[in-house]
């Protein structure tokens, strides 16, 4: 399977950039967490990769293919999905007619409903009626369903408590294992780190640390000084 890698990678908004000079690859079965302060510039890295908005300079490649001035429909035929921030359900829909939006085979809407059992019992739910948490499941699903090569996952926690964030990793581990590389963008820094191989954190608009994540949880100062941007 290819890598997805990333060089000197700059994105700007207005007068300036937001985050310079990224480097970055991401390895099949790999979860690699990105980890910083808010303002940091990691949701501006992500819809950079996916083709939401383009990069100030750098380059973006799957395998030798060069996708920086892919649009986001090319990239996503190469293999790439983005669960953006915010739980982007079609409310109307059953949780069936959401999976199915994406499914690469029937078998995968099947396989998200026995990784979520809890949306198996609401299949012929609307989207609309579920909790917070069930309809994270179905944006989540809707990405797996795709069978993606490499997802990259944009604070899927955002108005969720932490037990139900922790409900949620489980499947993105097993997502990984299956052989998907995963870029996990995460407020809850140390249970995305528990889960990831690889992390790279940001500060005010650089890396400040790229690396194994065990080093970051084994000793804490190594990522307080990251966040501050002193290491």
Same mark, same amino acid.
């Given at each position: 399977? *290819? !890598? ?31 980890? $910083? ?12 990769? +996916? ?7 750098? *380059?973006? /490649? ?13 990239? %996503?035929?190469? $293999?790439?999905? /983005? ?7 079609? %409310? ?8 199915? &939006? ?10 998200? &409903? ?18 917070? $948490? ?34 949620? &990793? ?6 990984? +294992? ?10 809850? !820094? ?12 940001? *500060? ?6 790229? $690396? ?6 084994? %000793?804490?100062? !190594?990522? /307080? ?5 002193? +290491?």
């Amino acid at each position: 399977m *290819s !890598t997805l890698r990333i060089e000197n990678l700059t994105v700007t908004r207005g007068a300036g950039p937001v985050i310079a000079d990224v480097g970055l690859t991401l390895e099949p079965g790999k979860i690699t967490a990105l980890v $910083g302060p808010n303002g940091a510039g990691k949701t501006s890295l992500l819809e950079a990769l +996916s083709g939401v908005i383009g990069p100030a300079r750098g *380059s973006i /490649h799957i395998g030798h293919t060069d996708i920086t001035r892919h649009s986001r429909v090319a990239r %996503a035929r190469l $293999g790439m999905a /983005h669960v953006e921030q915010g739980r982007a359900v079609f %409310a109307g829909l059953t949780v069936l007619e959401n999976l199915r &939006l994406t499914a690469r085979t029937p078998a995968a809407v099947d396989e998200v &409903l026995a990784l979520f059992p809890e949306l198996e019992k609401r299949r012929d739910s609307p989207a609309a009626l579920l909790s917070g $948490g069930e309809q994270q499941m179905v944006v989540l699903g809707r990405a797996f369903a795709a069978k993606p090569a490499f997802l990259l996952i944009d604070e899927m926690s955002l108005g969720l408590a932490p037990a139900v964030f922790t409900r949620l &990793l489980p499947a993105v581990t097993e997502f990984a +294992s299956a052989g998907a590389a995963i870029l996990l963008v995460e407020q809850f !820094t140390n249970l995305a780190l528990r889960v990831a191989q690889e992390a790279l954190v940001v *500060s005010s608009g650089r890396v400040t640390y790229t $690396g194994a994540a065990q080093p970051l949880l084994d %000793a804490p100062a !190594t990522l /307080h000084a990251a966040y501050l941007g002193t +290491s």
